[in-house]
């Protein structure tokens, strides 16, 4: 996933291709971006509610639904994975759905 080769997983979790969006969001409530939501969900950052992000696309895996973002850490681009219920989508359109609401279980 991201910039990682698929080689680096062989045997170990299965990943599919990711489709981008490149739509901006918001951060809904306080939440962690991480590089890995399949083993060991460790933090990169944490993001604060109205914290504006990149939504690229969402990935589900058997730990729930993840929207993988595009934001800075430490003043640098980065890419990563928030819960997807933290996200809500910037629509021109008034009437348009949140991501939230699109991908709630």
Same mark, same amino acid.
């Given at each position: 996933?991201?910039?990682?080769?698929? #080689?680096?997983? %062989?045997?170990?979790?299965?990943?599919? /291709?990711?489709?981008y969006?490149?739509?901006?969001? &918001?951060?809904?409530? !306080?939440?962690s971006?991480?590089?890995?939501?399949?083993?060991?969900? #460790?933090?990169? %950052?944490t993001?604060?509610?109205?914290? /504006?992000?990149?939504?690229?696309?969402?990935?589900e &895996?058997i730990?729930? !639904?993840?929207a993988?973002?595009?934001?800075y850490?430490?003043?640098?681009?980065?890419?990563?994975?928030?819960?997807?219920?933290?996200?809500?989508?910037l629509?021109m359109?008034?009437?348009?759905?949140s991501?939230?609401?699109?991908?709630?279980?």
């Open positions: 996933m991201g910039y990682t080769p698929s #080689t680096a997983y %062989k045997d170990r979790i299965s990943a599919a /291709r990711l489709q969006d490149f739509e901006p969001a &918001n951060i809904t409530k !306080r939440c971006l991480t590089l890995d939501p399949c083993v060991s969900f #460790t933090g990169l %950052k993001l604060e509610k109205g914290d /504006r992000v990149t939504f690229l696309t969402v990935y &895996n730990h729930g !639904r993840w993988y973002v595009e934001t850490v430490d003043g640098k681009p980065a890419r990563g994975f928030v819960d997807a219920s933290c996200i809500d989508m629509y359109e008034q009437d348009e759905p991501f939230a609401s699109l991908y709630e279980k």
